[in-house]
């Protein structure tokens, strides 16, 4: 029948429009599979780098959480001021671009500052603990809001060492060794950041008159100076 005969060619035209879509889709998966597979070597070091990447997610906020308790423990008030020394080296090796150990990423944007702000909040918590005691004692307030109040304070002054460690990371990405890049970091954050109580990570050396009197010299920035470069 004459209907017949126009479905059929019909037919074969569209089996023969699918039948070249699939050999043009298999065209481009060989050629996105060729340029997309490494070879040899290549391969292993890059599936070993995505591997290491995530095998310990965990670890950067311990030694974040380490690094900040070493910074309150050494600052004036507990005073183990040797620990001072110390003390920001975990975080930097954290947040450092360069570096490839550790089996986690070194993360930028928004992961980067929860975890710079968490290092900070932690290293502020435990240096002016007692701000939450005394706003609870001349004020009257329960302690659920003092402590409130508190953690506003430490949050905000946490910022600082947010800043500190991106431009610390900001430098290591630019070439700067690591002796440069952080006491320029520090000092920098250190000269200009708003503090509502006045201190300097030189107050560190308090405890040792020998070593704090170089401020006769330089101010608090130079003791800060003298515990920052290695």
């Known amino acids: 029948p004459p209907r017949e005969s126009q479905e059929g060619p019909r037919e074969v035209d569209s089996l023969a429009v699918v039948s070249k879509g699939q050999r043009a889709r298999k065209k481009r998966a060989a050629r996105s599979d060729e340029v997309g597979a490494p070879e040899g070597n290549d391969s292993a070091e890059g599936a070993e780098s995505v591997?290491?990447?995530?095998?310990?997610?965990?670890?950067?906020?311990?030694?974040?959480?380490l690094s900040a308790v070493l910074m309150f423990l050494g600052f004036a008030g507990f005073g183990i001021w040797p620990l001072g020394y110390v003390a920001p080296l975990p975080a930097l090796f954290v947040v450092d671009p360069t570096e490839t150990r550790g089996g986690f990423a070194r993360l930028r944007g928004r992961p980067f500052f929860f975890r710079a702000l968490f290092f900070g909040t932690v290293a502020y918590t435990g240096g002016f603990y007692w701000i939450e005691h005394t706003l609870r004692l001349f004020s009257g307030f329960p302690i659920v809001l003092t402590s409130a109040f508190a953690s506003i304070f430490w949050a905000f002054q946490g910022l600082q060492f947010v800043l500190m460690l991106w431009l610390f990371?900001?430098?290591?990405?630019?070439?700067?060794?690591a002796a440069l890049a952080l006491p320029a970091a520090y000092l920098a954050t250190e000269g200009f950041f708003p503090m509502l109580f006045e201190h300097y990570y030189g107050s560190t050396l308090l405890s040792v008159p020998v070593l704090v009197q170089i401020a006769e010299l330089g101010g608090p920035t130079l003791t800060t100076l003298a515990i920052m470069l290695p």
């Open 51 to 65: 591997a290491t990447s995530v095998t310990r997610p965990f670890l950067p906020w311990a030694l974040l959480l």
């Open 169 to 177: 990371a900001r430098a290591r990405e630019r070439g700067w060794p």
